[in-house]
């Protein structure tokens, strides 16, 4: 990975377990448990997909994750009230839709070179690298996981997925653009729907009880 | 496998990708969540059995378990009323009974040929391979575990892995009769369960608060 | 493992089940999410750090793991009123204080002989030995898990595991002296905490809303 890929990767570790502190705060959650959730939030997905895999997890073999992940977490746990500032949470909350975005392309990238289960294995695990992390987070902290919320975050990672495997099965060797075309893809609908505040609309959502025949 | 074995495990996963979509729709869920939790609930428990058996996940040795299980997922998101309707809720329901009874049984046979943790080993597994994927799902919708329920799901399950545990120690060579004898034992329990909404009965719950001295 | 060791360990995975079984027996639980829940968080820890690892699940290369965590389950399940009275429940509570430092530093030891992701993974997966059973059990069981409580159970865990290492870096040929005192130092600090009531302090807190700025 050169120096760019890394520095971008670090910073979205860094967006997730930021995320995952705020999130649990207004519970009043100790130091451990802020630490916990924070690194769990931040390598939890990638975890989840190397153990399917049956290949080292990442982490195992390069503690930076580790150690970016703590420290996010402890800052964060230190300085709410900063991260809680209205221009800085929502600075997160892109760099954490740029993380998403950046974690199931690489993700993908990953599985797509051991050639698991393919086609379809890559887009599982590209969703699972993506939100693994964050459901996982949801479970522990006892809240109600992003899977059965109306927020535009996994949808968008499922299409770049899609979209990716897609375009690198017609021209599998420009993989690379497509890797970074699909994460813009995907960085792009999740700061739309941060800004204008989308959230999954009425036709892909089923019939509340009232609705039905 | 045989043609019809094989078309039995898959109608099993269809029923538990439709049970899942279903139980969640009343949440109003979204169709990405739909499809998550259809596919986790189908594939779920043989995914974990393999994760501690340590050999490849079954479905990325054959994707008809996903495809099958994603369009059951989307059929059910799109025609929800109609799988609400009451015939064919109970007719997916005794089909849902019959996947656990056969994914239990053919859990145990797999675990059994790798010869992994006798004789506990089997049981352990088998019961994961049948309710794993409901107690996932259960997480990650937020709703109580169907281990907390006093439903005879599981309990069914157990007893019919103790069975044929025994009955292939007694007579290791008439293990196919065994399994097939042993999915009927346990379908059997829960059709009885559906039918005359049977639950677990008192002496099997722990003493509630007032019982006790 | 010498026997003595060994009749320690196993006394940790008794107490693990009994307390399983008691916090979730409030809610009405049938026999079977007993014996489930009683034997997860006996094995839960050690299951997920093996996967980790990549090693084979301890628990399927020594049985008694699996029949003494059923044993004690079930025994719980039968004698429920004797397991709640004050002295033998406050008793279990040590006991299990004791199975999580002794589970800890048993799970620091392993990674440690591995040379897995050190120094970092031995902490990470020591930790997760000695809680990951018992946050198991409590999403199972629908209950707020115990990274979000402000019980002293988890931070001293952690803090012996930093020591642990801290110490076994200093001076590595006396590691095995290392473990036995920190396995003190933990169950020190945990019986403190039953006995005094102690909770994490304030400072180790986030703030809470109203004193947000």
């Given at each position: 990975?050169?120096?760019?890929?890394?520095?971008?990767?670090?910073?979205?570790?860094?967006?997730?377990?930021i995320?995952?502190v705020?999130?649990?705060?207004?519970?009043?959650?100790?130091?451990?448990?802020?630490?916990?959730?924070?690194?769990?939030?931040?390598?939890?997905?990638?975890?989840?997909?190397?153990?399917?895999l049956?290949?080292?997890?990442?982490w195992?073999?390069?503690?930076?994750?580790?150690?970016?992940?703590l420290?996010?977490?402890?800052?964060?746990?230190?300085?709410?009230?900063?991260?809680?500032r209205?221009?800085?949470?929502?600075?997160?909350?892109?760099?954490?839709?740029?993380g998403?975005?950046l974690?199931?392309?690489?993700?993908?990238?990953?599985?797509?070179?051991?050639?698991?289960?393919?086609?379809?294995?890559?887009?599982?695990?590209?969703?699972?690298?993506?939100?693994?992390?964050?459901?996982?987070?949801?479970?522990?902290?006892?809240?109600?996981?992003?899977?059965?919320?109306?927020e535009?975050?996994?949808?968008?990672?499922?299409?770049?997925?899609i979209?990716?495997?897609?375009?690198?099965?017609?021209?599998?060797?420009?993989?690379?653009?497509?890797?970074?075309?699909?994460?813009?893809?995907?960085?792009?609908?999740?700061?739309?729907?941060?800004?204008?505040?989308?959230s999954?609309?009425?036709?892909?959502?089923?019939?509340?009880?009232?609705?039905?025949s």
């Open positions: 990975m050169d120096i760019f890929s890394y520095s971008v990767t670090m910073l979205g570790t860094v967006a997730f377990a995320t995952a705020l999130a649990s705060s207004k519970q009043g959650i100790a130091l451990f448990g802020a630490c916990v959730l924070g690194i769990i939030t931040a390598i939890g997905g990638g975890t989840i997909r190397d153990i399917i049956d290949v080292p997890v990442f195992s073999l390069d503690l930076n994750y580790i150690w970016v992940g420290a996010a977490s402890i800052a964060t746990f230190i300085a709410t009230p900063f991260f809680k209205k221009l800085i949470q929502s600075l997160v909350l892109y760099i954490d839709g740029f998403a975005s974690f199931a392309i690489q993700g993908m990238d990953k599985v797509w070179d051991l050639q698991f289960a393919m086609p379809v294995g890559p887009i599982l695990l590209g969703v699972i690298t993506a939100i693994g992390g964050g459901v996982t987070r949801d479970v522990l902290a006892g809240r109600k996981t992003l899977i059965m919320t109306r535009l975050y996994a949808t968008p990672v499922l299409l770049g997925c979209l990716f495997s897609i375009l690198s099965h017609i021209a599998p060797e420009h993989r690379a653009t497509w890797g970074t075309l699909c994460t813009a893809f995907i960085f792009g609908i999740r700061s739309a729907a941060l800004h204008w505040k989308l999954v609309p009425d036709w892909l959502m089923t019939k509340t009880a009232e609705e039905e």
